[in-house]
């Protein structure tokens, strides 16, 4: 190629980017809008997203928007970093663990839906938020490479330091931040200890999830934290069941996904509504194969074979929200000093 | 005042952080000057402050007559020849030598034809489309000169232009000067280390000593000066 | 230097640039502050950020020394091998890392180095159980040399590329040996690039977050960016962010400043512009030890890589490669990649020439001196702002005036030239200063000005520096994610943005042919940065 035909191609490059750029999802002026906050995996075109939207766009004569950010925590940063003037009607996608802090903001409204038919096992019912799904963190194990599994948090805290699990940093990562809550919760004052012996299975603590899942399936580690319903994404989407969640006899921490409408809401009506059909079945039954996490209400079908096979813990952990926000700097602390030891 | 000299330094003083240099002279139109001097006797910054590479921090340069101070290389009346890297080492001799009638190389085709001429009187008939790095060291320098005759400039500067050539050559290009100069009748300073240079080429000789023009004769009073010695040591009279 | 309306031009282009950047910098830090309420008196200091400061400090600085060590013979080598087949295969090769995002590279590593990868494998095989760990100081070690030491090489290549070739002859006539030849020739040459390279390596290791946790093997491996990220992400307590972001500069700033005076640049010598013939290339001894730096070099670089490649096979890249969204990600990736390479490329070549417009002479005033230590200062410390404190502080000072998601194209772009500004800056100074010393005189005298200069005299021999600067400005852009993911809008979807959430949901194979996607996009930037690569050999018509 010439320079000058280089040049051309470049801009022209340039131009055809600057074009989808400015593309967006705008709606048409006689529909009413509901603009929704969500993370990003949720609005994937293999998320729950889309098939939402449609779904209740044929109920209620609006047209839904979404706005994605990186994750739950991101959302709540954008939130606080948008202040008052937010265009945020909803806000899905936060967990249990940020509820207390997303209250604090003073911007989100109370729902005032009863939500009978919502069923969460630890029984989780908040006024302003609503759980749209859940799922129960657990150890996911290789079965090519581990045969006899950790049976309880105990088991993997005392068992062999050569058989290692991958985890994820609390200080950066939702699921991270279940872990420590679930060690804190059945240890207590002993969570110290505990971290300092499984100090030594960790083969390293990875920032995020998909780092640590990564490593975990290119075979570093036979264990990896993860949740009860991640091995329902290979047997339905892969057909195998080599990896599995393994069940801990303490019981699993769980992780309850809410949304919630805010007090600047444009739509305040409709936002109500959407809450109501989030858990309602149409929504509930679209997000066990998409967003791989266990629906709090009825589903129109039942679960595919696979949830059926997944683990149900005889037990759930779930700590207030209120003391999570109040001690989480501590006990991160806590983590820290047990964990930089040599 | 002396409106007939093509080059006047007039109380030009150029002031370095550990050293002072003084030029004070006039030279006459038409000749051949010879500049000579040990090294790091200011032979370079006496070229730069005439070529307007710098100014200088007193005093004032006049040539022909105007003074100079504040004008751009390009608008002095005045062509450069260096010791090397005369050339851009990526474009041909025919553009390299067509910079001097046009900064922006529009030429036409009467200025091909200048430019094919300047190259034969300089002997490199032919050489247009070639690359300086494909040219001998004295090739080059001839590609230089035949720049300066395109660009037509009253005073021509010539900072050491043989430094560079073996003695075959050098005798080549001092006769190959000589005509040039005799053609143009400009004025052309040289730079050079070489007593052979000013007794061949040199109408009258500048000659430095740690800043300063100790001597300014014609060639044959300076060839019998005996009374400096840096003049001496110069001239190999020891 | 001496057309004084073209230098008023430069200078102008040189102090907006200049003003542009700090300007981006401290309106974004205002920003967070004020939202903030001001200063806080929080207690930074506390023992954890002491930890995690020395532990920055010393993996940095281990991963520096360790990248500039390996980069200097391998430079050597290929810089002695001027002509064998495929040598700009390997410099492409050695452009490569850095345009990947580092969880790629991270995974591409652990294929060859990880507990079951190639080397413990082939250990295992030998009888020996789990020799060789990645997890802990050796990892991060590994592969902060792995993304920087090909960057340190092509630097130190280029360096070696300029010396004049009359040197070499001398070197060859005197009969110099192999260790005087390094010591009076080569080495004066790296020692006045080594703080510029240093420095860059020792930034981008200091500020490294991803790679620092996932091959840490534990919170003991922390970095400031891992508690900047933590106090703005997870605390939303943007003093703290900016606080340590601020602690982080004047660490490093330091730092450079000691490297700065410890070398200075070498002088410039000008050369007849031809291709050095290399007389010491000759023995069997060098013959031997650079045939092995290079094949260390491929093999080190490229093994990981062909692991990236080999998982990426294994994706169905036929439907990847039909998928609209991939397409638009393909094309947002490329106009945000030209983009920001033509911004910073751009000011970084105008805040060059105006530094030296207005340091040259005999009597640079201060001011002028000032502004070419601000210019090499903020190319260099820039890279130190966290991408995070820029897009929360824009993301704020925009939001004002409607949807911030429209201009979420432009920080984006102007995040990501100023991070590539350090690269370009230690690509491109060197260059046009050679440019310069050998043509300002020869030009000032034929009055050639302007877009003609540009034209003529300036872009031809300035046209492989700017081509490799641009390319790698690309390249990085390319793997970034950190811009991006601040602002993200499902209307900008990136390759790399949509590689970490194919991974974050389950899919992984696709994750892995997005992977091989960027690598070979990076090919093709690394093959625009090469381009200007063909030598003209000595003595012949061409």
């Known amino acids: 190629m010439s320079k000058s035909s280089q040049l051309k191609f470049l801009s022209r490059l340039a131009l055809a980017a600057a074009a989808s750029l400015v593309f967006t999802t705008g709606a048409s002026a006689a529909d009413k809008t509901l603009t929704v906050y969500t993370y990003e995996s949720f609005i994937t075109e293999w998320g729950p997203g889309a098939k939402v939207a449609e779904a209740f766009e044929k109920t209620c004569e609006c ?50 839906i009863e939500a009978k038919d919502v069923k969460v096992p630890g029984d989780f019912t908040d006024d ?39 985890i994820e940093d609390p200080r950066t990562s939702t699921p991270g931040l279940g872990l420590l809550l679930w060690v804190k919760a059945v240890y207590g004052d002993e969570a110290g200890a505990a971290w300092a012996k499984l100090k030594d299975r960790v083969l390293t603590v990875t920032p995020g999830w998909s780092e640590a899942y990564g490593l ?9 934290l993860s949740y009860t319903t991640s091995p329902a994404y290979h047997m339905v989407a892969e057909n195998t069941d080599r990896y599995q969640a393994a069940e801990f006899s303490e019981g699993h921490y769980i992780q309850i996904e809410v949304a919630g409408m805010t007090k600047s809401a444009k739509e305040p009506e409709l936002a109500k509504q959407f809450l109501g059909f989030m858990t309602g079945p149409e929504f509930q039954s679209i997000i066990p194969t998409t967003n791989w996490m266990m629906p709090v209400a009825a589903t129109k079908e039942p679960l ?21 926000a109040a001690n989480r700097k501590a006990w991160i602390d806590e983590w820290l000093a047990a964990m930089s030891k040599n | 005042m002396n409106p007939g000299s093509a080059v006047e330094l007039v109380g030009v003083d150029i002031l370095y952080d550990t050293t002072a240099l003084h030029f004070d002279c006039a030279i006459a139109p038409g000749g051949i000057v010879a500049v000579a001097g040990a090294s790091g006797s200011g032979k370079s910054t006496l070229f730069h402050v005439i070529a307007g590479f710098e100014e200088p921090d007193r005093g004032e340069v006049r040539i022909q007559g105007k003074t100079m101070s504040g004008q751009a290389p390009s608008e002095r009346p005045v062509s450069v020849i260096f010791q090397d890297n005369n050339l851009f080492a990526h ?129 044959e009073r300076f060839l019998e000066r005996r009374d400096m010695a840096a003049i001496n040591r110069f001239l190999g009279n020891e | 230097m001496f057309a004084p309306a073209e230098n008023r031009i430069t200078i102008t282009a040189g102090t907006l640039s200049l003003g542009g950047i700090l300007l981006f910098v401290c309106l974004a830090v205002a920003a967070l502050l004020f939202q903030a309420g001001g200063f806080g008196n929080g207690v930074l200091f506390d023992a954890y950020i002491w930890r995690v400061t020395r532990f920055t400090l010393l993996q940095a600085s281990l991963s520096t020394l360790l990248s500039v060590l390996l980069a200097i013979p391998i430079a050597r080598a290929l810089a002695r091998r001027a002509r064998f087949p495929g040598r700009v295969w390997v410099l492409r090769l050695m452009a490569l890392p850095l345009g990947l995002p580092v969880l790629v590279g991270a995974l591409g590593l652990i ?44 630097l130190f290549l280029a360096g070696l590329e300029r010396i004049p070739s009359e040197y070499w002859r001398t070197a060859a006539n005197l009969g110099m040996p ?72 004047v660490m490093t700033g330091a730092l450079l400043l000691v490297l700065a005076r410890v070398a200075t640049e070498p002088a410039q010598s000008v050369t007849g512009g031809r291709a050095s013939m290399r007389y010491d290339a000759d023995t069997g001894l060098s013959r031997l030890s650079d045939t092995g730096w290079i094949l260390f070099a491929l093999v080190f670089i490229g093994a990981p890589l062909t692991a990236v490649v080999g998982s990426g096979l294994r994706a169905d890249l036929a439907k990847l490669a039909g998928d609209p969204t991939v397409h638009r990600a393909l094309i947002t990736s490329i106009a945000i990649a030209v983009g920001s390479a033509l911004l910073c490329v751009g000011i970084a070549a105008a805040m060059i020439r105006a530094a030296g417009t207005v340091t040259a002479g005999r009597h640079a005033p201060t001011l002028a001196r000032f502004f070419a230590g601000a210019v090499t200062a903020s190319t260099s410390l820039v890279l130190l702002v966290p991408p995070v404190v820029l897009g929360a502080g824009w993301f704020l000072l925009l939001r004002p005036f409607g949807d911030v998601a429209r201009f979420a194209p432009a920080i984006v772009v102007a995040i990501n030239g100023l991070m590539a500004l350090p690269f370009v800056h230690r690509i491109l100074a060197p260059a046009m200063a050679t440019h310069a010393a050998r043509t300002d005189r020869l030009t000032a005298s034929l009055g050639i000005r302007g877009l003609h200069r540009l034209r003529w005299i300036d872009l031809p021999p300035l046209k492989k520096p700017l081509l490799m600067a641009f390319s790698f400005a690309m390249a990085l852009s390319l793997g970034d994610l950190g811009a991006v993911a601040l602002f993200g809008s499902q209307d900008m979807i990136t390759l790399p943005w ?45």
Not at chain 1, 216 to 224: D, I, L, N, S
Not at chain 2, 94 to 103: E, Q
Not at chain 2, 126 to 142: A, D, M, V
């Open chain 1, 63 to 112: 047209k839904v928007t979404y706005v994605g950010v990186a994750d739950g925590v991101e959302l709540l940063t954008r939130l606080k970093l948008e202040g008052a003037a937010s265009k945020a009607d909803i806000v899905l996608g936060l967990d249990t663990n940020l509820v207390a802090e997303a209250k604090a903001t003073g911007f989100f409204a109370p729902h005032g």
């Open chain 3, 498 to 542: 949509l590689l970490y959430s194919r991974m974050g949901s389950y899919r992984t194979a696709d994750a892995a042919g997005l992977a091989l996607f960027l690598g070979l996009l990076c090919l093709i930037f690394t093959m625009l940065g090469t381009a200007g690569d063909r030598r003209v050999p000595e003595g012949r018509n061409t």
């Open chain 3, 178 to 249: 192999p260790a005087a030849l390094f010591r009076f020739v080569e080495w004066p040459i790296l020692r006045g690039l080594l703080p510029g390279a240093a420095g860059l390596v020792f930034m981008l290791c200091a500020t490294s977050f991803t790679l620092v946790l996932t091959l840490g093997g534990g919170p003991a491996a922390s970095t400031i960016e891992v508690a900047i990220y933590q106090a703005l992400r997870f605390d939303f307590d943007p003093q703290r962010a900016i606080a340590l972001s601020a602690l982080q500069i």
């Open chain 2, 91 to 219: 474009l041909d001799i025919a553009t390299n030598v067509g910079f001097g009638i046009s900064p922006s190389l529009r030429l036409s085709a009467g200025d091909r034809a200048r430019i094919d001429d300047a190259l034969g009187r300089v002997g490199l008939d032919g050489f247009g489309k070639r690359l300086p790095p494909t040219l001998s060291g004295g090739e080059r320098q001839r590609v230089a000169l035949a720049r300066a005759l395109v660009r037509h400039r009253p005073l021509l500067l010539l900072d050491e232009p043989f430094a560079a050539l073996d003695p075959g050559m050098r005798a080549g290009m001092r006769a190959l000067l000589r005509d040039l100069h005799r053609q143009e009748n400009n004025t052309i300073l040289m730079i050079t280390h070489h007593p052979d240079d000013v007794r061949a080429l040199a109408d009258s000789v500048l000659f430095l000593d740690q800043g300063r023009i100790i001597a300014h004769d014609p060639v």
């Open chain 1, 128 to 166: 302003t938020f609503l759980p749209y799904d859940y799922g129960h963190f657990a150890v996911v194990y290789d079965t090519q490479t581990l045969k006899t599994p950790p049976k309880s948090l105990k088991d993997l805290v005392e068992g062999d330091p050569s058989q290692k699990i991958v």
């Open chain 1, 216 to 224: 975990f399936t290119k075979g570093e580690a036979p264990m990896v």
């Open chain 3, 111 to 154: 294929e060859i180095w990880g507990r079951q990868g190639v080397l413990n494998t082939a250990l295992a095989g030998l009888g020996l159980q789990q020799p060789v760990s990645i997890y802990g100081l050796f990892g991060i070690l590994l592969a902060h040399v792995f993304f920087n030491m090909p960057l340190v090489a092509r």
């Open chain 1, 304 to 324: 595919p074979e696979a949830f059926g096979k997944l683990v149900n813990p005889a037990k759930t952990f779930l700590l207030p929200s209120e003391d999570v």
